[in-house]
């Protein structure tokens, strides 16, 4: 099997490790600085081909990838945005079945999630197939002291000057904290059973916007009805991999946080010093999480 990764500016998509390591550390990275892309790899990939191409266009790139991945049984992408738009292409030109919404693939078995994750389907696919890996399922674990993989740039690929029902890139807008996917969010500010009233939740998003951090919360804030299922954080919602994660009255569930990923700081608000958020944080305030959220937007209205 061999992982096909979109890069953009040399960032990894949510899920394009995991991709990697599913295919035993084979990848093509192709897109926008691969080659800085392919180092981030050390400890997962032993061996990565790069193409560099520039603006995103799926059908050009489909056609010019194909004839590369036409030896390779096993095709898998990370299930993010550029990944759901190239796989269902790739597999269209080399005439595979997509086998969308993994959550485990091996050559002879593709387990996929269904029903909003209420179901998994076992299925058994033919020798060649296409297939598109959930982000945030299967996690990965890279070595510190690992080496970085064998890097072989490809000869240039030309694209094909026309390619039909491609779609054309007006512009490339930066992400929106409001509505980006809570799973792609480097930066998230989290509430939960410690907020006392439903505008808290407009005052988390105020907040998040000045912060450039999407709301998110955990399924007691759901169970109320405050905000929607997809913002839920947890192994029953959205598992994350945010850079920073700010709780405010997050007690701290198992729940939930084996669906927080690896943030690499963590600020949590609670009145229970010894809860379990407070002892995953970098920064624990023992506070009130309502009155330290009515103080911390002064202070940002203030700064504005």
Do not use: K
């Not at 990565?48 to 059908?59: D, I, K, S, Y």
Request: a negative charge; aromatic letters at 2%.
């Amino acid at each position: 099997m061999i992982a096909v990764v979109v890069v953009r500016g040399g960032q990894l998509p949510s899920g394009g490790d995991e991709a990697v390591a599913e295919c035993g550390g084979r990848v093509v990275l192709v897109g926008s600085g691969t080659a800085a892309a392919a180092m981030s790899l050390a400890g997962i990939a032993h061996h990565a081909t790069t193409v560099e191409f520039a603006e995103f266009h799926p059908g050009a790139w489909a056609s010019a990838l194909a004839p590369m991945l036409q030896h390779e049984a096993a095709v898998v992408l990370p299930g993010s945005p550029d990944g759901r738009d190239l796989a269902p292409r790739l597999a269209a030109l080399l005439h595979r079945p997509l086998y969308a919404g993994a959550i485990s693939i091996s050559p002879d078995r593709v387990e996929l999630t269904r029903r909003g994750g209420t179901e998994i389907h076992q299925t058994h696919p033919g020798p060649e197939f296409i297939a598109t890996l959930q982000p945030g399922v299967r996690g990965v674990a890279a070595s510190p002291h690992a080496s970085a993989p064998d890097i072989v740039a490809a000869t240039p690929i030309h694209l094909p000057r026309q390619v039909q029902r491609d779609a054309t890139v007006l512009a490339v807008l930066p992400p929106d904290p409001a509505t980006i996917d809570l799973a792609e969010a480097p930066r998230i500010i989290g509430g939960g059973a410690g907020l006392d009233a439903p505008d808290r939740i407009e005052q988390l998003v105020r907040i998040g916007d000045a912060l450039g951090a999407s709301m998110g919360a955990t399924r007691v804030v759901t169970d109320r009805g405050w905000v929607p299922h997809e913002r839920q954080i947890g192994t029953t919602g959205v598992v994350v991999d945010p850079e920073l994660y700010l709780a405010f009255g997050v007690s701290g569930a198992v729940q939930h946080t084996s669906g927080l990923g690896d943030p690499v700081h963590i600020i949590s608000v609670n009145t229970d010093g010894h809860c379990p958020m407070m002892q995953l944080a970098d920064l624990a305030i023992v506070s009130d999480a309502n009155e330290t959220l009515d103080h911390l937007a002064r202070l940002l209205d203030g700064a504005r």
